[in-house]
């Protein structure tokens, strides 16, 4: 039910906008996530963004590189990624909380999505 995209090739230093649809009738009553996959990696944190999308929470890793942006009125979340770097490649995951402020545990979104990737190069 979340479709993430946006995903591709970029050289080191290059930015992307990844975007998360998820047709959900209560999209604004949920705290949305990304988080990324590196091959042969677990799954970490990325960003998360509460229900107004007023409160943020970002990876040490990529803050004030990646911003999170949510549009409740199109049930999207956003992630805009600057100067990139290749430790930020692997495939990326939107996903859903029903906690109501942002999270980092993986373990509290309940949903996600397929995933789309992302590879930096050097």
């Known amino acids: 039910q979340l479709q993430a995209s946006g995903g591709g090739l970029v050289q080191d230093g290059g930015s992307l906008r990844l975007s998360c649809v998820a047709p959900?009738?209560?999209?604004?009553?949920?705290?949305m996530g990304w988080f990324r996959q590196a091959p042969g990696k677990e799954r970490e944190f990325v960003a998360s963004?509460?229900?107004?999308?007023?409160?943020?929470f970002y990876a040490d890793s990529v803050k004030g590189r990646f911003t999170v942006i949510r549009d409740n009125a199109n049930t999207t979340v956003h992630l805009q990624m600057n100067s990139l770097k290749p430790e930020d490649s692997g495939v990326y995951y939107c996903?859903?909380?029903?906690?109501?402020?942002?999270?980092?545990?993986?373990?509290?979104?309940?949903?996600w999505g397929q995933g789309t990737e992302v590879t930096v190069s050097s």
């Open positions: 996903a859903r909380s029903r906690r109501t402020t942002v999270v980092s545990d993986a373990r509290l979104y309940d949903l």
């Open positions: 963004v509460g229900r107004s999308g007023g409160n943020t």
């Open positions: 959900l009738r209560t999209f604004g009553s949920y705290t």
